[in-house]
Nanobody, 121 residues
């Protein structure tokens, strides 16, 4: 199975910046889509940003967050600027694609363990 390891979370004051990273590893795979989701206490997990050939952002983060991807490193980044207290959540990395198995290429979907982002006012 493909494993995702996140890094870069932490605590910051409102208006500050953080950069999240997520690296995929484990076997032979091809990633179609990578994305970042977040879940605040008492709320459902929501999509923050995703990247395939293009990018997609939640309205709440447009103009402040930028998602990018290094295909050679199988890594996705989320640059978060102008952070607000409402951005406080656990951020999860997600990857979807195809994994080489003895049966051939099979779909996979993987989640990271999550990284806490806390923004204080």
């Amino acid at each position: 199975q493909v494993q995702l390891v996140e890094s870069g979370g932490g605590s910051v004051q409102a208006g500050g910046s953080l950069r999240l990273s997520c690296a995929a590893s484990g076997g032979i795979f091809r990633i179609n889509t990578m994305g970042w989701y977040r879940q605040a206490p008492g709320k459902q997990r929501e999509l923050v940003a995703s990247i395939t050939r293009g990018t997609n952002y939640a309205d709440s983060v447009k103009g402040r967050f930028t998602i990018s991807r290094d295909g050679a490193k199988n890594t996705v980044y989320l640059q978060m600027n102008s952070l607000k207290p409402e951005d406080t959540a656990v951020y999860y990395c997600n990857a979807e694609g195809f994994l080489a198995t003895m049966r051939g290429w099979e779909d996979f979907g993987s989640w990271g363990q999550g990284t806490q982002v806390t923004v204080s006012s």
